[in-house]
């Protein structure tokens, strides 16, 4: 038998939850949200198996083409669920590697893991990150900060038409759910994105020619169109919302940003993109009403963070060997609205006072991670053995290690200096 089913069999004594929303935090209340429900109660850690028939055993080749398939969920030997539904790749850059992600959407909704049923999910495959741990990292810390649509994730061991495909992440789907980015009917969820050019729709901000595209309204199912009421809307919220940031008076109360952000969700947003030094999330904004104001969230993509990367400022190329990663670079300080926004003594001391907030939590924070990390050691060696990526460089990444070991600890060194630089940083 192997360790891990002897585990699942007394998984009593692994009692730390994992979820992008511990159970031990108290539950808060969003101005824009109303009362926020319990998140649903996680199984405690262990590592299931996803095994994935494909119908006719087909490999899955495409993003754009679902294909039939049937997944067992196994805890050990005990089966968890079994379900139908399709499969298809994801992603932009990531579907050029090897170890490729996937998108699952059940037939029916499914409740995984103990987290809440929905259709649509999602499977990591971490193929740049060989700790395995900076979504983890990412997704905890934005629960700990009190950012809204916490992002649930699992490791598990995924199999395909009875192959060994690694350890991945099975993790939400970003998208407007009840239990996902729960927000009202006239609400937007949009992303700036890079890769907006093969999205279906797009717009472009007048003043700092940023490109968005759509999650809610869906183009695709025809809720929002070119020169639609909807796209007018938010196209003049956003454009507005840029000139009074850019304005002489930016720092009225009235007249400047303050009418259409969320402030503390910045703040929040900030500390967890500074403290894990994410150099290119996917930065996706909320309006959860249009009587509501702009929030940025969820968190998404932590590939290029602690330290894998680095790119002088947000139009820079990427920094390639024998350059090392500046582990003291400062950021979201600097780029995109952050920069004018630190320029406001009003926005710096809510950051101040979310930092104050976040950092009580950290020794329990750090806890959770060493155990979310403890809990891979065994299935992490399956992983490199199938995929072999220890010991050398992946993409754009300027660090390795021969081992996993090394490379958790220099995440957990890293996040450690982020926490000093921080310190430094709003002192």
């Not at 979820?19 to 949200?33: A, G």
């Not at 899955?60 to 196994?74: G, W």
């Not at 193929?127 to 810390?141: F, Q, W």
Request: charged share 30%; net charge negative; with cysteine.
């Amino acid at each position: 038998m192997k360790i891990k089913h002897i585990i699942a069999l007394v998984s009593a004594v692994f009692a730390v939850a994992v979820s992008c929303s511990p159970l031990d935090l108290e539950n808060t209340r969003d101005e824009n949200q109303g009362e926020q429900k319990p998140e649903p109660e996680p199984e405690p850690l262990f590592v299931p198996d996803i095994r994935i028939d494909v119908e006719d055993g087909r490999t899955v080749e495409s993003k754009d083409e679902y294909l039939d398939m049937t997944l067992t969920l196994t805890r050990g030997y005990e089966v968890l669920l079994s379900a139908s539904g399709r499969i298809k790749g994801r992603g932009n850059a990531t579907w050029g590697y090897d170890k490729k992600p996937y998108k699952i959407k059940f037939d029916e909704k499914q409740g995984l893991l103990g987290f809440a049923a929905n259709k649509d999910w999602v499977l990591l495959a971490e193929y740049c990150d060989k700790s395995l741990m900076r979504t983890p990292y990412m997704c905890e810390l934005a629960v700990v900060a009190g950012l809204p649509y916490p992002v649930h994730y699992r490791h598990v061991e995924l199999y395909m038409n009875g192959k060994y495909m690694g350890l991945y992440l099975l993790t939400d789907q970003v998208e407007k759910k009840k239990d996902r980015v729960d927000i009202k009917d006239d609400g937007f969820l949009f992303e700036n994105d890079n890769y907006f050019w093969e999205e279906p729709l797009n717009f472009m901000t007048d003043r700092r020619q940023y490109w968005y595209t759509f999650k809610y309204p869906d183009p695709e199912d025809g809720e929002i169109v070119q020169g639609d009421e909807n796209f007018k809307y938010i196209t003049g919220f956003m454009n507005d919302f840029e000139a009074a940031l850019y304005g002489d008076d930016f720092k009225d109360p009235l007249k400047g940003y303050r009418k259409y952000i969320d402030v503390e969700t910045f703040a929040k947003w900030f500390l967890v993109m500074e403290l894990t030094a994410n150099l290119e999330p996917n930065m996706y904004y909320v309006l959860p009403s249009r009587g509501a104001k702009l929030q940025i969230a969820p968190v998404w993509d932590a590939e290029w963070s602690m330290g894998l990367a680095y790119r002088e400022d947000e139009y820079s190329s990427w920094a390639g060997l024998p350059v090392q990663p500046d582990r003291n670079q400062q950021i979201w300080s600097r780029w995109k609205y952050f920069g004018r926004l630190f320029e406001d003594e009003y926005f710096v001391n809510v950051v101040r006072k979310e930092w104050a907030a976040l950092k009580q939590q950290l020794p329990a924070f750090k806890d959770r991670m060493s155990a979310v990390a403890e809990n891979i050691r065994e299935e992490q060696a399956a992983n490199f053995d199938r995929w072999g990526t220890l010991g050398w460089h992946v993409s754009v990444s300027l660090i390795r290690f021969d081992t996993w070991e090394e490379e958790v600890e220099y995440v957990d060194t890293f996040f450690a200096h982020r926490i000093e630089l921080m310190d430094s940083f709003l002192k």
